[in-house]
C-alpha cells in the first residue's frame, strides 16, 4: 500500500490537499487508541510532504473536436486538396508527396472553463494571514471577529481538518495579542483539550500557545498603537523581544 492509499488521496504535490486529508484521517487513527494506525498515517503523511515537490501536475485532457477531420472518416488527402477514400491502392500519394497537414487536423475549440471555488478553510487561512501581515489590523481584536465567525468555523464536521491547518499556521505565526489568543481558544477549545493537543503537536508549541491564554508569558503590544512600527523587521524584532523574556 502506497502513501497515497494510507492518505486516501491520488499523488499530489499540493501540500494543502496532503495536510487535509492527513487531519481527516487523523479521526480515524487517534494516537492513544490506535497508535500502530496513527504511526502508519505519520510516516505516510511525512513521506507524502517529502514526495510532493517531485510529483508531476496532471496534464490537461485533449478537447474534442466539434466534428471529425477527413482523417477521422477514413480520408487521406493529398497535396493538392483531393480526398482519397482508402479503397484503391493505386490512389496512394505519389512518392514524395505528402498529405496536407492542413486538411487532417482543425484547431481545437478552447471552451471556457468554470472556476474552481476555493476550499473554505483555504479562503479562512488567507484571511487571517492577510490580518497578520498587516500588523496594525494583526494587534486589533475587532479585525478578527469577522474572520473567526465564518461559518467554517462552526462546521463540526471539518473542525478536525480546520484545526490542523490553523495549528500549523499558529506554529509560525504566534505573535498575537491575548485577546485573540483567548478568541481562538473559545473557538478550538485549546484549553479543554490539552491533554489531545499534546498528543498531537509540539509540546513546546501547545505550551506557548497556555501561557499566551492565560497570560503568563504575554508579549504586550500596546506600544505599537501609539507608536507604529516603521522600517523594522517587526517578526524578528518580536522574536528576539520573547527570547529576552523567557532568559529573564
Same mark, same amino acid.
Given at each position: ?29 487517534? @494516537? &492513544?487508541? $490506535? ?8 510516516? %505516510? *503523511? /511525512?513521506?507524502?510532504? =517529502? ?5 508531476? @501536475? &496532471?496534464? $490537461? ?8 477531420? %477527413? *482523417? /477521422?472518416?477514413?480520408? =487521406? ?172
Amino acid at each position: 500500500m502506497s502513501v497515497w492509499d494510507i492518505l486516501g488521496i491520488e499523488a499530489t504535490g499540493d501540500t494543502s490537499a496532503i495536510k487535509r486529508a492527513y487531519a481527516k484521517k487523523l479521526r480515524l487513527h487517534h @494516537p &492513544e487508541d $490506535d497508535p500502530e494506525g496513527y504511526q502508519r498515517l505519520r510516516e %505516510a *503523511y /511525512d513521506s507524502a510532504l =517529502t514526495m510532493a515537490p517531485y510529483v508531476e @501536475p &496532471e496534464k $490537461d485532457e485533449r478537447l474534442d473536436f466539434d466534428e471529425p477531420s %477527413a *482523417y /477521422d472518416r477514413g480520408q =487521406t488527402a493529398f497535396s493538392g486538396g483531393e480526398l482519397w477514400t482508402g479503397e484503391e491502392k493505386d490512389d496512394y500519394p505519389a512518392s514524395g508527396q505528402s498529405p496536407a497537414a492542413s486538411d487532417y487536423y482543425r484547431e481545437p475549440l478552447h471552451h471556457a472553463r468554470e472556476p474552481i471555488p476555493q476550499d473554505p478553510i483555504e479562503q479562512f487561512i488567507d484571511e487571517i494571514d492577510e490580518i497578520y501581515e498587516n500588523f496594525q489590523a494583526r494587534i486589533d481584536p475587532e479585525a478578527w471577529e469577522d474572520a473567526l465567525n465564518r461559518d467554517i468555523v462552526w462546521d463540526v464536521e471539518r473542525s478536525g481538518e480546520l484545526q490542523y491547518e490553523l495549528m500549523d499556521f499558529l506554529e509560525d505565526h504566534r505573535h498575537l495579542p491575548r485577546p485573540v489568543w483567548q478568541r481562538l481558544d473559545d473557538m478550538l477549545h485549546f484549553t479543554e483539550n490539552k491533554e489531545d493537543l499534546l498528543g498531537e503537536y509540539p509540546d513546546s508549541l501547545i505550551e506557548y500557545i497556555m501561557s499566551q491564554i492565560n497570560g503568563t508569558s504575554e508579549l504586550r503590544y500596546e506600544c505599537f498603537k501609539e507608536h507604529p512600527a516603521k522600517d523594522i523587521d517587526i517578526e524578528q524584532y518580536l522574536d528576539l523581544r520573547e527570547q529576552g523574556d523567557s532568559t529573564c
